[in-house]
């Protein structure tokens, strides 16, 4: 009777013993660890983060219930020597085992990174760096490089206009060489053979389309009037006239806010002062986007060498051959604005 007893005994003691193993198992396995009950939400595992390393940010962010069952299985599925930064997608109630899958193959969320109505280079890099596991700084350090911009073809000076303001797909580890080399290819498509021999036709490279274009772009909103907008300044290059180009004289004041140039900001000796030198200034002073490149491209043929902001304010433009009918519209211009009192 006594070893029956024990038989059985030892029977149950085994069944307690396996149930709790599966149970147990289950529990590492298969149950809700990660923000549970709450929101989606992405984890950020910067280079050269080690397991404890990332232990420390799951407990920062709050992402994780159970840290101990997180850790055993990691060991069991050898990703404690393996972490792999980027930016990763938590999913609401998601298990050990999922994540560690996830994170052991580094299948990262990619960052859609959109850009456009940029001004200044550091804009740009402010913009992307938020974004990006390198940062501002770094980026813009990159751009500032000589030696690093010529392998584009372009200096510090015009290296803005190697990006096409659009919607990209980056992972958040991506290192600043190889989010240029990406924006490069994209740039290199965008200047198709069609595109490249239009511009050849106006005698100017890409980089000074770019230019031109964010002329146009700091003109003018309207898009179906940007193309009348650059004939007028091709026509100006083309007889050999400054281009007097208000938005280029802003710029090199860095006075974004000036709403209306005057006599003494044409004084200033800067490259990018149009009224003071001929031609086109060293570098775009913006961000122009595809609707603007395009528009200087696909100019409108015309005889136009004058323009002046509409006198109702609308955002267009009143064009004209000739300085005098140039004058009229200017002062029509300046009228409206004494009586709205912008000074």
Same mark, same amino acid.
């Given at each position: 009777?006594?070893?029956?007893?024990?038989?059985?005994?030892?029977?149950?003691?085994?069944?307690?013993?396996?149930?709790?193993?599966?149970?147990?198992?289950?529990?590492?396995?298969?149950?809700?660890?990660?923000?549970?009950?709450?929101?989606?939400?992405?984890?950020?595992?910067?280079?050269?983060?080690?397991? /404890?390393?990332?232990?420390?940010?799951?407990?920062?962010?709050?992402?994780?219930?159970?840290?101990?069952?997180?850790?055993?299985?990691?060991?069991?599925?050898?990703?404690?020597?393996?972490?792999?930064?980027?930016?990763?997608?938590?999913?609401?109630?998601?298990?050990?085992?999922?994540?560690?899958?996830?994170?052991?193959?580094?299948? /990262?969320?990619?960052?859609?990174?959109?850009?456009?109505?940029?001004?200044?280079?550091?804009?740009?890099?402010?913009?992307?760096?938020?974004?990006?596991?390198?940062?501002?700084?770094?980026?813009?350090?990159?751009?500032?490089?000589?030696?690093?911009?010529?392998?584009?073809?372009?200096?510090?000076?015009?290296?803005?206009?190697?990006?096409?303001?659009?919607?990209?797909?980056?992972?958040?580890?991506?290192?600043?060489?190889?989010?240029?080399?990406?924006?490069?290819?994209?740039?290199?498509?965008?200047?198709?053979?069609?595109?490249?021999?239009?511009?050849?036709?106006?005698?100017?490279?890409?980089?000074?389309?770019?230019?031109?274009?964010?002329?146009? /772009?700091?003109?003018?909103?309207?898009?179906?009037?940007? $193309?009348?907008?650059?004939?007028?300044?091709?026509?100006?290059?083309?007889?050999?006239?400054?281009?007097?180009?208000?938005?280029?004289?802003?710029?090199?004041?860095?006075?974004?806010?000036?709403?209306?140039?005057?006599?003494?900001?044409?004084?200033?000796?800067?490259?990018?002062?149009?009224?003071?030198?001929?031609?086109?200034? $060293?570098?775009?002073?913006?961000?122009?986007?595809?609707?603007?490149?395009?528009?200087?491209?696909?100019?409108?043929?015309?005889?136009?060498?004058?323009?002046?902001?509409?006198?109702?304010?609308?955002?267009?433009?009143?064009?004209?051959?000739?300085?005098?009918?140039?004058?009229?519209?200017?002062?029509?211009?300046?009228?409206?604005?004494?009586?709205?009192?912008?000074?």
């Amino acid at each position: 009777m006594k070893r029956k007893d024990l038989f059985f005994g030892g029977i149950l003691v085994i069944a307690i013993v396996l149930i709790t193993v599966i149970f147990y198992g289950y529990q590492i396995f298969q149950t809700p660890n990660f923000r549970a009950g709450k929101t989606d939400k992405y984890l950020f595992i910067p280079q050269s983060t080690d397991f /404890q390393g990332l232990i420390k940010i799951l407990k920062r962010d709050t992402l994780i219930e159970d840290i101990t069952s997180f850790a055993f299985l990691s060991k069991m599925m050898r990703y404690q020597d393996h972490v792999k930064p980027g930016r990763y997608l938590i999913k609401k109630n998601m298990n050990n085992l999922a994540t560690i899958r996830m994170l052991r193959a580094g299948l /990262q969320a990619p960052v859609r990174l959109t850009f456009n109505n940029i001004r200044l280079l550091d804009d740009f890099a402010e913009r992307v760096g938020n974004e990006m596991a390198f940062g501002k700084d770094t980026l813009l350090k990159l751009l500032k490089n000589p030696q690093f911009t010529q392998k584009y073809g372009l200096d510090t000076t015009n290296i803005l206009s190697l990006f096409i303001p659009n919607t990209y797909e980056f992972y958040w580890s991506t290192t600043p060489q190889a989010f240029v080399d990406k924006m490069h290819k994209s740039y290199q498509k965008f200047w198709s053979q069609d595109r490249l021999a239009k511009a050849k036709a106006l005698n100017l490279t890409p980089a000074q389309v770019s230019v031109l274009a964010s002329i146009v /772009q700091a003109e003018t909103l309207k898009n179906d009037e940007k $193309p009348r907008v650059a004939g007028a300044y091709l026509n100006r290059l083309r007889k050999n006239m400054k281009l007097d180009a208000d938005p280029t004289v802003i710029f090199a004041w860095r006075d974004f806010g000036m709403k209306r140039v005057l006599e003494r900001h044409l004084k200033i000796d800067s490259p990018f002062n149009t009224y003071k030198y001929l031609g086109l200034p $060293p570098g775009p002073i913006n961000m122009p986007d595809t609707k603007s490149l395009d528009a200087v491209l696909n100019y409108e043929k015309h005889d136009y060498i004058f323009f002046c902001a509409k006198e109702d304010f609308s955002g267009y433009h009143n064009f004209a051959i000739t300085y005098a009918e140039h004058l009229k519209n200017a002062r029509l211009y300046q009228k409206a604005l004494d009586m709205r009192g912008v000074k």
